[in-house]
T-cell receptor
Framework: DQQVKQNSPSLSVQEGRISILNCDYT??????FLWYKKYPAEGPTFLIS?????DKNEDGRFTVFLNKSAKHLSLHIVPSQPGDSAVYFC????????????FGSGTKLNVKP | NAGVTQTPKFQVLKTGQSMTLQCAQD?????MSWYRQDPGMGLRLIHY???????DQGEVPNGYNVSRSTTEDFPLRLLSAAPSQTSVYFC????????????????FGAGSRLTVL
């Protein structure tokens, strides 16, 4: 049973608008959450992270929000650009074993020019 | 700086054959790991290593073998391939986790696509 879930397989937005990608998790054993971006035929690359003691982290056009009571996090991209078109994976780190990460199934973002 | 290098990029096997997926990193990372990516399942951890001579199991270790004789290399062995092992395999490396002072960010290779007939 997946412990990190991304329920939207795909998302399409217009260039310049906001993209919101969502991620849910099922238990409290995670202490860090990360977002990775993946282009076709490449490995995932790190985008942004947030620790479980914070509720927001911002890096340029990318902001991650964490709602611990709802066990939900979201990635906001503002403004969206065509180069942001990729698959986005949410990942969570096990607080009892820093070497174990759990990934969601990914959301494919398409930013239309 | 090459980062994480995986070979081969593509491989087709018959059921029962064995093979090794190679992974090498040049960043002197202590931590290395193997994930498989399947449609609708995301990336799942197969095996990982926290240093030369030390390996441990992840979520889906059955059917796979690993060893870590050097810091740079972490090969993944399939001893008797099965169709269920058809997947895209990613190797990743990082420095050890540092608690809440910082997440250990994974650097991934480009992936190896394996098809078992």
């Amino acid at each position: 049973d997946q412990q990190v879930k991304q329920n939207s397989p795909s998302l399409s937005v217009q260039e310049g608008r906001i993209s919101i990608l969502n991620c849910d998790y099922t238990n409290s054993m995670f202490d860090y959450f990360l977002w990775y971006k993946k282009y076709p035929a490449e490995g995932p690359t790190f985008l942004i992270s947030i620790s479980s003691i914070k509720d927001k982290n911002e890096d340029g056009r990318f902001t991650v929000f964490l709602n611990k009571s709802a066990k939900h996090l979201s990635l906001h991209i503002v403004p969206s650009q065509p180069g942001d078109s990729a698959v986005y994976f949410c990942a969570a780190r096990n607080r009892y074993n820093f070497n174990k990460f759990y990934f969601g199934s990914g959301t494919k973002l398409n930013v239309k020019p | 700086n090459a980062g994480v290098t995986q070979t081969p990029k593509f491989q087709v096997l018959k059921t029962g054959q064995s093979m090794t997926l190679q992974c090498a990193q040049d960043m002197n990372h202590e931590y290395m790991s193997w994930y498989r990516q399947d449609p609708g399942m995301g990336l799942r951890l197969i095996h990982y290593s926290v240093g030369a001579g030390i390996t441990d199991q992840g979520e889906v270790p059955n059917g796979y073998n690993v060893s870590r004789s050097t810091t740079e290399d972490f090969p993944l062995r399939l001893l008797s391939a099965a169709p269920s092992q058809t997947s895209v395999y990613f190797c990743a490396s990082s420095q050890p986790g540092q608690g809440l002072s910082g997440a250990n960010v994974l650097t991934f290779g480009a992936g190896s696509r394996l098809t078992v007939l």
